[in-house]
């Protein structure tokens, strides 16, 4: 590929109709090592989207990429790669080349990757670090994934409150190419304590001579290294900063949190959500083969047949009323399916709810005693919509009146558990999420058959005889 | 309440415990008219804090507060007010306060509140603005709820590619205080054609003397006016920008979008989408009555009697086989159960990676043809399973044989449709979460009941012989 190809080329990208067209010349520019040609292709290509053209290549190809297209691009791409590509290109990239990469990526992606090599490859990249960078690493990599200290990076501007504006900003000029952001700067003490912050455009549009101490705001919102992300994340939502300080237990400033990578926690936590409360585990994309897609869903289903059997079992209980009145055999299933989606209703309410921080202040038992009377309002009038129509089907006035109880009773029962599940599992520090769906399910399941067929069993001569 | 007990309620309010414990002293300083008072109380609180203190109080009260406090404080916090509470006091504000509060607020925000207004209240308001801000208003109101329009701000800062630094440091020094960010300029030219972009960060660190054109950023991530929103989240999130440029067809330089509106809007996409999975309307919260619960839940309800009745129907079509063999009416909510979970797995991989554009470049057929055969392979070995349990159980060999093969088929069912109906919902352009949780589940358990029995009932000689 000439440079004149390599116009076209970029061209044909740009218009991102096909990005996979090209990557034949990529991959043999890569091989021929025309660094120029690979620079030229890319140039003015946003990284994410060079990233999403380079992602096809094999680990062994997008190590040469970024040898061949050295620092800082390299790194602006590298850094928008899936992360098991990322993986896959260090353990082939040259020792040189891997001392550079992690030497100026951010101290949060840095972190995520070490933790996912091999222990051998681990104390090799802590060798190619200098004495800082590696204690920043050992201090992140205690973090748990769902705590602040995983999210935060150390490279975050500060200054001393009695600096004046115009020594701050010469300051700000000198870190900024090693800062994270530079729009939010903080002010801290000798012993690192956080006194305040101010913005950059603060900073340029005060006097030089004012010093930062008088302008700094001191009413500072600021999370912990061990909150949760999920509380960060709402935090930063409500607050709409563009960064959250993080502090340790002697409030003394360790890193900051930007909104970059809690825009991609607030996804993510969505996502596994939504999975979880559809019976799945979270590893799952459109994109996966079969393979990984039966053994994401397949567990969850298994899980599926015991509660499910155990429902069956309750019919089985009741086999000679049924055998009596085969029309209950036909309704138990409105009731059972009906209990099913509201109590996935009241579910989804108080888990969302959750996730989002809204049920701080709310009482738990406000919650539940609401959804309970939402079941009984509910329940009541379904339950005379489903008593109507059996009416007209069946012509059987008892068989009506047990459908409307049955419907009421377990329509309390989907807002009782439905509500109760989630915040139980919450208060004995387990996700509210996983598998409450099933269990939700399989309860209003149980509950409408239990009811409706138990009232059936009662009055089955009032049934039988009409 | 005195000063000096102002201090003492700050300081009870800061602990972040009992906001509302105080809500009576705030109330009567209101009623004083004490404005010192209320403004030491809300010192250094940031104002999404206020607004959540000042939340119980009732529109006439919020309007004497924002008329004592005064701007810029009273905007600061007005705008951090639940969208209810801000309509209930601007209809109490005196028109002085009113007109200041309009021409100070965010040009996005304002037009989400005139939209709720009624005919008469937004004439006055128009009436209150200025020529410029009035035809802003004029625009944003034409944008739809999801398009890129409605969320934009008119209020970016710009600079001409021909200045110098020193002169578009300068430029910005002023446009400052009216501008929702400064740290990215956008550079356009005397058609307001967008030509670039420099960052903060970028300005403060060049030369004074270069030109802007030489040091801008060509390529220019942007959007459209009328892109859908969620579109604008996605592109977002993937690019770590703070803000995107919004542009008209013309390729002019309209307004922007910035991260904080974004962060929003993600967390209630997600939201919507499992509200509407769970077969729910959205307006709905922990917080909300028993009334607007119901009335939330109940339509869905009602949907489900419908769909639940077909499914019921099907059952009383083969009443005669199960009158026979009892075993059926166990293990046919069984076949249906676990066909609607599966169906409900694929239905939320599907909806969630079309939320989140992954779904581009992935060929519709080949998403389909992946969750059929999922489907045939969760469904052999599931079957597998409770073919063996119920063989164990009734002792009934064509029984196992006949629920195998139902359960197999009905897994495909799952997979078929639970890809197939979000897709095509999409296609036409509907709304791909929208009930089609309830559709999913409906047929897999009509296909559940029709395979499982109308095997039965073919072969319901054999299945009497065991």
New interface residues.
């Given amino acids: 590929m000439n440079i004149h190809k390599a116009k076209g080329f970029r061209h044909a990208l740009n218009k991102d109709n096909h990005p996979k067209m090209c990557l034949k010349d990529v991959r043999s520019a890569i091989n021929e090592r025309q660094t120029e040609v690979l620079h030229k292709a890319f140039v ?3 990284p ?1 989207d060079a990233a999403r053209i380079l992602e096809p290549l094999n680990g062994s190809e997008l190590a040469n990429f970024i040898e061949l297209i050295g620092p800082p691009r390299a790194l602006e791409i590298f850094e928008f790669l899936d992360f098991q590509k990322q993986k896959e290109t260090v353990e082939n990239l040259m020792p040189e080349a891997l001392a550079q990469l992690f030497a100026n990526m951010s101290p949060d992606d840095r972190t995520d990757l070490v933790k996912e090599l091999g222990t051998d490859f681990q104390d090799r990249v802590l060798g190619l670090l200098i004495h800082k960078e590696r204690q920043d690493l050992f201090k992140l990599l205690t973090y748990s994934e769902d705590q602040a200290g995983a999210y935060m990076t150390t490279r975050f501007a500060s200054v001393e409150p009695d600096y004046s504006i115009r020594t701050a ?1 010469d300051r ?2 000198i870190q ?2 090693t800062k994270e952001t ?2 939010y700067v903080y002010v801290v003490d000798d012993q690192l304590k956080l006194l305040g912050f101010v913005s ?2 603060d900073l ?2 005060s006097r030089p001579e004012v010093r930062v101490g008088d302008i700094m705001v ?2 500072i ?1 600021s999370v912990q290294v061990d909150d949760n992300i999920e509380h960060v994340a709402n935090k ?5 900063f ?1 960064a959250l300080p993080v502090l340790d237990t002697k409030g003394r400033l360790v890193g900051i949190i930007t ?2 990578d ?3 926690v ?2 993510r936590e ?2 596994e ?3 979880k ?4 585990n979270v590893g ?4 996966s083969s ?1 393979a990984r ?2 053994s994401n ?2 567990p ?3 899980l ?2 015991g509660t ?2 155990l ?3 309750v ?2 209980t009741f ?1 000679g009323t ?2 009596k009145v ?2 209950l ?3 138990m ?2 009731v ?3 209990g099913g ?2 109590g ?2 009241a ?4 888990v ?2 959750m996730a ?1 921080g ?2 701080t202040g ?1 009482r738990r038992s406000l ?1 539940i005693l ?2 309970i ?2 079941g009984l ?2 329940g009541f ?2 339950g005379m ?2 008593a109507a ?1 059996s009416y007209l089907w069946f012509d059987n006035l008892w068989l009506s009146i047990i459908a409307w109880i049955a419907m009421t009773a377990n329509q309390i029962i989907a807002g009782l558990f439905g509500s109760l599940i989630p915040m139980a599992l919450k208060r004995f520090n387990m996700d509210p999420a996983h598998g409450s769906s ?1 269990l939700v ?1 399989t309860l209003t ?1 149980i509950g409408g058959f239990m009811i409706f067929l138990g009232l059936a069993s009662l009055l089955i001569n009032e049934l039988m005889a009409g």
Same sequence: chains 1, 2.
């Avoid at 799952?284 to 994109?287: P, R, T, V």
């Avoid at 579910?347 to 108080?350: I, M």
């Fill in positions: 003015g290509f946003h994410a900003l700000l000029r900024a190419p530079i729009y950059l455009r340029i549009m001191t009413n919102i930063m939502a409500r607050y709409d563009l909104f970059d809690i825009l991609d607030i996804q969505a996502t959500d939504m999975y409360l559809a019976g799945m799952e994309q459109i994109s079969v897609i039966v869903r397949l969850w289903l298994f599926n047949i499910s059997l429902a069956a079992n019919i089985t086999g049924i055998e085969i029309a055999a036909a309704l299933t409105v059972a399916t009906l989606n509201s996935n209703q579910l989804t309410v108080v969302r709810s989002m809204d049920t709310q919650i609401k959804n009377a939402v309002i509910n009038t379904c919509v489903i129509v099933i399910t399941d």
